[in-house]
């Protein structure tokens, strides 16, 4: 025989001998490290899938949006929109400006009434000393006189009767010349308005 001792004997020492317990504990740490490692891997996908999904509704939504104010969106219209704003702003500016040359006439147009005024007050109702001795028959009626003409209005009195029935009233930032029969059927209040009107 080429060995002294039997081969069945040798076998089942050297079986004795292996101690494999190790092994498997580092086979069980290994499985169980593969596992989480599975697990997170599977964590993480389904988590990415959830934000691509996510991601992808918002751009059909940001998608969408896009093609309806695209759709909606018309230059010719918004050119037409910014031309007729131009077109108000200069009208407004025009007013505005036509508003303060008025204001200006209008000031000028007061700060007279005020100086005819001033000298109404000064020479009273009777006019004053200088003016019984100087103008004679100048009385209530020449001032007031004097204040319409001040407002560009002219105070015509019938030649038969005396009466004053005709007033010529001229605009000078206008240009006109209107002529008013003063009947009695109307008011003064009506005359007032309808002078005031044409001024």
């Not at 209005?153 to 000078?172: C, F, L, W």
């Amino acid at each position: 025989m080429l060995l002294d001792e039997d081969p069945a004997t040798l076998i089942s020492e050297c079986t004795s001998n292996f101690n494999i317990h190790p092994d498997r504990s580092a086979l069980s740490r290994i499985t169980s490290s593969l596992s989480t490692l599975t697990t997170a891997r599977q964590l993480r996908l389904s988590t990415a899938q959830s934000s691509l999904q996510k991601l992808h509704r918002q751009l059909n939504t940001l998608t969408s949006q896009h093609s309806i104010e695209t759709s909606a969106h018309n230059p010719t219209e918004h050119a037409a929109r910014i031309l007729a704003l131009d077109t108000q702003k200069f009208r407004v500016a025009k007013g505005v400006s036509d508003l303060e040359v008025e204001g200006e006439r209008l000031e000028g147009e007061l700060e007279g009434l005020r100086r005819v005024l001033g000298e109404v007050e000064r020479e009273g109702s009777e006019g004053g000393d200088r003016g019984r001795e100087g103008r004679g028959g100048e009385d209530e009626i020449i001032l007031k006189l004097k204040v319409y003409r001040s407002l560009g209005i002219d105070v015509e009195a019938d030649r038969q009767s005396g009466v004053y029935n005709k007033a010529v009233i001229r605009n000078t930032r206008k240009g006109d010349v209107h002529v008013v029969n003063v009947e009695p059927k109307f008011s003064r209040f009506f005359y007032a308005n309808y002078f005031w009107e044409t001024m």
